[in-house]
Nanobody, 125 residues
């Protein structure tokens, strides 16, 4: 069992940057592909980024590619999401996600095995 706790959300102006962190409990963190989703009010949960268990591979949708960077530190049981050039449309609750197997399976919310509680990111114009 893995428990995920996000932090780092807050209010930022458009064009600014923010780094989210997700701390995981348990000894098996390094066996999970990790990722981030976001959900804006009235919208479905959207895939944002994924990283393989080793950290060697990453995957992003076009909507954030070049602006967001996912990374992980398996020694600290933590995954990060660096967000830059933020836009008002990036405003959402951001959720950390974990799944065994390929990082590409993380694109589908229904395949996620563990979720964090979410952290709110608000981008003002």
């Amino acid at each position: 069992q893995v428990q995920l706790v996000e932090s780092g959300g807050g209010l930022v102006q458009a064009g600014g940057s923010l780094r989210l962190s997700c701390a995981a409990s348990g000894r098996t963190f390094s066996t999970y592909a990790m990722g981030w989703f976001r959900q804006a009010p009235g919208k479905e949960r959207e895939f944002v980024a994924a990283i393989s268990a080793s950290g060697g591979d990453t995957y992003y949708p076009d909507s954030v590619k070049g602006r967001f960077t996912i990374s992980r530190d398996n020694a600290k049981n933590t995954v990060y999401l660096e967000m830059s050039s933020l836009k008002p449309e990036d405003t959402a609750v951001y959720y950390c996600a974990a799944r065994t197997g390929s990082l590409y399976g993380l694109r589908i919310a229904a395949r996620i095995e563990h979720w964090g509680q979410g952290t709110l990111v608000t981008v003002s114009s």
